[in-house]
């Protein structure tokens, strides 16, 4: 289980606080969202930017195990005969890459997250034949000083000295963002950590970062570079040029895209390598701009480490998104990375599919590198990394393999002369105590598995369709307490939910219907009654059936605080009847009105996650509400909605009918919008059953 984001010990909150000293003013927040800024804390000798508890820097090998076997092992540093690391300066695009122990061979290193708090990076190293023997424990951290889901880590040889380090951003909860390195010191291990680049709240935010490694200018030090999402549809890619100390400087944009040109980050898969052999990294990307069908483009590098417009090239329908992984590696030793795809068939088999870069810079000459037959291995428990294991100028493909039982092992499928994979050379394994969950592979791009990872569910109450549907209405919204806690217990992390307006627009109340049909006492339009005065007033109506009877109706306060103390997203429609007063011509009665919509959102948005929205039918509703929304400042919470993924084929009914008629249409949304990197939000009427639905589908 992960730990619950949103707590920071009292010793790491004080020394994030001196972070900010010095630091320049916070750039603008654009919809509610942080934006890249410049308000970056400048390096020193000391790791400013980054907290130490207790001995964060601890010696490596000095961490214990904890109760029940856990990862860890002897430490198996290899060295070469003369016992001295052969470690030399990188040639850009020449040499082992992650070369941890400096013999001329790639190793594989892993971020090992603890169940009772604490941290650790074990290195495997690789031996003559492209094996790997038992990881050692190659940098330790005490308890509480990292959350690993805070972690965005990527791997390369960041000060040039020929020996792989790794780097990390890390994003804390009030909002800050650092960018870490731990060098490697030569012998399989790694020295503490230091932060080179840091900036306080509202300047980067640490969801939207997506980061990729190599030399993007040709130095001969790996730089990172960071596809920065801005939420509003905007996509920037940053560069960070490492310096001689294995730090980072300011980071500066080069490619820009509009929320107009419709990109999308979920949508995208990227890997890095030298795919024009000119001596600089480019960045390679896997696009899925329409449901079945991806393309591949080339970011090609420049000499100042930016990036140039992409370039198009092969393109297919018939893919499953979510089934792809993408790597990049140089096969067949002719100096020049190739992009590789590993298919996870739905048929059992797996692949793993090369693309050359032609010399108008489109990726093509598709071919296939391996070909797993049915059964052989099971993706979603693979963390695979690209590197030369066996030190023969050509890049292999190395797995860590972790099973349920908590077993582990490592493979590695060696390249032959003609850039094919052999197949798997089995190496070490552990019989129990590694948790593959909890075991984060370095790789220098985003490779993440091919599962997404689960979308957030959203409940929606059932409403019957066709003539007279009120009749059959069962009041299945969840627009009280009650409902918000049925629909957690399904598994849903946030609801949609109805807001009406009573008389000229005095009270915000919680119900779907245009009447208080359903509702003890009289009918009566909710626009044409009082909350708390007259003889049919709402307040204090319950509901009369279905599962329920006996429920109040609330006011909109009410039910977002009750949605706060649940930890429920909500999701509001405003209902179209509502605009009686919205839009009324008497001022007094739209500013009453308004003020009921937007003042409870304002007082709450900062504490839960709100969204808010009107159908596109009220045109003119639509409009006042993005208005009113905006110049409150509340902009964020018109965008990024869930998404709706049931069929629109088949309504919902009562009784209700099998939620497997949309299982067709889940797997198309599923596959289109679900994404490795993030959960999106999906809104379905039937919550319990997809929830059911995704389990084996998404992480």
């Not at 992390?493 to 009573?502: F, K, P």
């Not at 509702?519 to 709402?538: N, R, S």
């Not at 198309?668 to 999106?680: G, M, N, R, W």
Request: hydrophobic share 35%; aromatic share 12%.
């Amino acid at each position: 289980m992960k730990r619950r984001v949103g707590v920071i010990g009292a010793a790491v909150v004080c020394a994030l606080l001196g972070v900010q000293a010095g630091t320049g003013s916070a750039s603008a927040v654009a919809g509610g969202r942080g934006v890249p800024g410049s308000a970056a804390v400048a390096a020193t000798d000391d790791p400013a930017g980054f907290p130490y508890v207790g001995s964060a820097g601890a010696e490596a090998g000095s961490g214990t195990r904890p109760a029940g076997r856990a990862p860890g092992g002897t430490r198996t540093t290899a060295r070469p005969a003369g016992g001295t690391p052969t470690a030399t300066v990188r040639t850009a695009g020449k040499g082992a890459r992650h070369d941890y122990d400096g013999d001329g061979r790639s190793d594989m290193v892993a971020w090992y997250d603890y169940s009772e708090g604490h941290d650790g990076m074990r290195a495997f190293l690789a031996g003559p034949n492209g094996g790997f023997a038992a990881p050692n424990r190659a940098w330790e951290s005490p308890k509480g000083n990292f959350w690993a889901e805070h972690m965005k880590r990527v791997t390369g040889d960041f000060n040039g000295d020929g020996t792989g380090d790794v780097a990390a951003f890390y994003g804390y909860d009030d909002g800050r963002v650092s960018l870490l390195t731990w060098l490697g010191t030569g012998d399989g291990a790694f020295a503490p950590h230091f932060a080179s680049w840091a900036v306080a709240p509202d300047n980067w935010t640490f969801d939207a970062i997506t980061a990729e490694a190599g030399d993007f200018n040709g130095d001969g030090r790996d730089d990172i570079a960071a596809w920065y999402d801005y939420r509003n549809g905007d996509d920037k890619l940053f560069t960070f040029l490492a310096d001689a100390k294995g730090g980072f400087g300011a980071p500066f944009p080069s490619f820009a895209r509009a929320a107009a040109d419709g990109w999308e980050v979920d949508r995208m898969k990227f890997a890095t390598g030298d795919f024009d052999g000119d001596g600089r990294d480019d960045i390679g990307v896997l696009d899925s701009y329409a449901a079945g069908t991806v393309r591949l483009m080339t970011f090609a590098s420049k000499a100042d480490g930016g990036f140039g417009e992409p370039v198009r090239g092969w393109e297919s329908t018939g893919w499953h998104f979510g089934r792809v992984s993408v790597h990049a590696g140089d096969f067949n030793g002719d100096g020049r990375d190739e992009f590789a795809a590993w298919y996870d068939y739905a048929d059992g088999h797996d692949a793993l599919i090369g693309f050359d870069l032609d010399a108008e810079g489109r990726f093509g000459n598709r071919r296939e590198l391996l070909n797993a037959v049915p059964g052989w291995y099971e993706r979603s428990r693979m963390r695979l990394v690209t590197g030369d294991y066996n030190g023969d100028g050509r890049d292999d493909l190395a797995a860590f393999y972790g099973y349920s039982d908590t077993r582990a092992k490592a493979f590695t499928f060696v390249a032959t002369p003609d850039g094919a994979l052999g197949d798997a050379l089995h190496s070490w394994s552990e019989p129990s105590g590694w948790n593959l969950d909890r075991t984060h592979l370095f790789e220098r791009y985003s490779s993440p598995p091919p599962l997404p990872v689960c979308p957030v569910v959203y409940g929606h109450g059932g409403y019957p369709t066709g003539d007279n549907a009120y009749e059959r209405d069962q009041v299945r919204q969840p627009n009280h307490p009650k409902g918000l806690a049925q629909y957690k217990s399904w598994g849903a992390g946030g609801v949609e939910a109805d807001l009406q307006l009573t008389r000229n627009g005095t009270k915000g109340v919680m119900w779907h219907n245009r009447s208080t049909w359903g509702l003890t006492g009289p009918k009566a339009d909710v626009t044409d009654i009082w909350w708390a005065t007259g003889a049919d007033q709402l307040k204090g109506r319950t509901i009369i059936r279905g599962p329920y009877e006996g429920e109040t109706v609330y006011t909109f306060r009410e039910w977002l605080e009750s949605a706060r103390s649940q930890n429920m997203a909500a999701f509001v429609e405003l209902k179209g009847e509502a605009g009686q007063s919205l839009l009324n011509p008497d001022a007094s009665i739209r500013e009453t009105a308004w003020n009921e919509v937007v003042a409870p959102i304002a007082e709450r948005a900062t504490k839960q996650k709100i969204m808010i929205y009107t159908g596109a039918e009220n045109s003119a509703l639509k409009a006042e509400l993005t208005k009113r929304m905006e110049a409150a400042g509340l902009g964020a919470a018109l965008k990024n909605h869930p998404r709706w993924v049931d069929s629109a084929e088949y309504g919902w009914e009562e009784p209700a009918p099998s939620a497997s008629l949309h299982h067709p249409t889940w797997q198309e949304k599923l596959d289109q919008f679900a994404t490795p990197v993030s959960a999106q939000a999906m809104v379905t009427t039937w919550p319990r059953e997809l929830k059911s639905w995704l389990s084996g589908k998404c992480l």
